[in-house]
């Protein structure tokens, strides 16, 4: 289990991670999900002993990092694939990492299977590498030892279609076997669709987490209009929230029955009514994290779509 409670870190008046607190349980994966700087690898960092907090605790099967006696036979971590020595081949580096852990030599050979990388690949230099051939290397590294624990930070980048889709069934065969997965993204469609549960983190703090399942059941409904203002302000006369998508649609937390009566009620046509599923979860991740995206959601004139509330 991975235990993190009211961590925080601070760099001088900058407060990358503020009092984030969740879990991730053994034979499940949990998605860390956030824009870029949002805090998922300051608070993978600390998790795995890098940096220090500034407060708060962060434990892995009950102890600190550094309690672990042989790290890698217990916790197997990727925070950065180009974080490799370039002028060391592939099967150099994996047998450094044996070595290290106390581990066979079969066990070199093996873990190269695994994640499918090549005798002549694993032959090559490292600074030769592809990004997506780095992945494998660093997944590779983060497996050797047969840890109870993986830690992944976006360890989708620079995987082809195909390589995602193995990265995706090797994940899931390691929890349904037991063992426990913190997977970071900033990429709502990968944790979606990998993980059980999701930790929504955004200006360094926790702004929505639970199951997979229990987030898309709050996506709420999702309609669309001729007048998509008229139909947001009678949802919040209502009593309902509203947001205007970029995809010209209202997001709310009414009901579907409710949704209906209500436009029916103000004389709108409803061209579409459905339960938000993805694309609820999707609008969701947008607007909690809102503060940290470049681009922000623009709605029809009239509707605020950053606080739901007619202007």
Do not use: C
């Not at 229990?214 to 009593?239: K, P, W």
Request: charged content about 20%; hydrophobic content about 40%.
């Amino acid at each position: 289990m991975i235990q993190i409670d009211a961590l925080s870190k601070r760099y001088g008046g900058f407060t990358a991670v503020d009092n984030v607190t969740f879990n991730a349980e053994p034979g499940r994966v949990t998605g860390f999900l956030g824009p870029n700087g949002a805090g998922k690898s300051t608070t993978m960092r600390i998790l795995v002993g890098l940096t220090d907090p500034t407060s708060g605790s962060a434990h892995l099967l009950g102890r600190h990092f550094s309690q672990l006696p042989n790290p890698g036979l217990e916790v197997g971590v990727l925070l950065d694939a180009s974080a490799q020595h370039g002028g060391r081949t592939g099967r150099e580096i994996l047998t450094l990492a044996a070595r290290t852990m106390g581990l066979p030599k079969t066990r070199v050979a093996e873990t190269l299977e695994r994640v499918s990388l090549t005798e002549e690949e694993a032959g090559r230099r490292v600074r030769n590498y592809s990004l997506g051939m780095r992945q494998r290397l660093g997944i590779a590294t983060a497996l050797i030892g047969e840890p109870e624990v993986l830690i992944l930070d976006e360890p989708a980048n620079g995987l082809d279609p195909a390589g995602i889709r193995w990265m995706r069934d090797l994940l899931r065969g390691f929890a349904d076997d037991g063992g426990t997965v913190l997977l970071s993204s900033h990429l709502l469609h990968e944790i979606e669709v990998i993980a059980d549960d999701i930790v929504v983190i955004g200006n360094g703090r926790i702004v929505a987490q639970g199951t997979k399942q229990e987030l898309l059941a709050g996506g709420g409904t999702y309609a669309r209009s001729n007048d998509l203002t008229a139909l947001g302000r009678a949802l919040q006369r209502a009593g309902h929230t509203a947001e205007i998508t970029t995809e010209g649609a209202v997001l709310s937390d009414a009901e579907l029955a409710a949704a209906g009566q209500i436009a029916f009620d103000a004389g709108l046509v409803l061209t579409e009514l459905r339960a938000a599923d993805g694309a609820g979860l999707e609008e969701m991740f947008l607007q909690l994290t809102a503060s940290n995206q470049r681009d922000h959601l623009e709605s029809p004139e009239g509707l605020d779509s950053s606080k739901g509330k007619a202007a």
